[in-house]
């Protein structure tokens, strides 16, 4: 059964392991909104992994045994952040890799769709870009 702890888990290990297997990210840190981090000072970009639910309703009436299906959906941004100086390559490389996990895929029990890059206001010495993407997922209630 899909919980949001277990979606929450499914995510970042989507997005994880995409990162891990990207030429252009694998060696770059990747933080989570629940884990104190802190940007490198040697100049290599890295990202950000957050989420949001923001809608959701029960989609049956129930079953003879009193459980219920829940649909869940919301939103998965990954903020991308690179050197001002080391131009759009590096960031749009990181958006390729950002968007193969999200665009389109499932998990066990999370599917995205409608992934999409977005161009963010730079924050000195950073170049963002944000890829954000839907996502749903069913939690079963008895």
Known sequence: MTTPLTAWDEITVAVQTAWDAGASTSALPLAYEDVAFDPPTDGSGWGRVSWAHVVGGQVTVGSSNGSSRHRK??????????????????????????????????????????ARPQKVKPEPPWSRRNVIADFRYDQVRS
């Open 73 to 114: 959906r919301g939103v998965v941004m990954v903020e991308l952040y690179a050197p001002d100086d080391d131009g759009l390559q590096t960031l749009l490389a990181m958006v390729e890799v950002v968007m193969g996990a999200l665009e389109g895929t499932k998990t066990a029990g999370v599917w995205f769709s409608n």
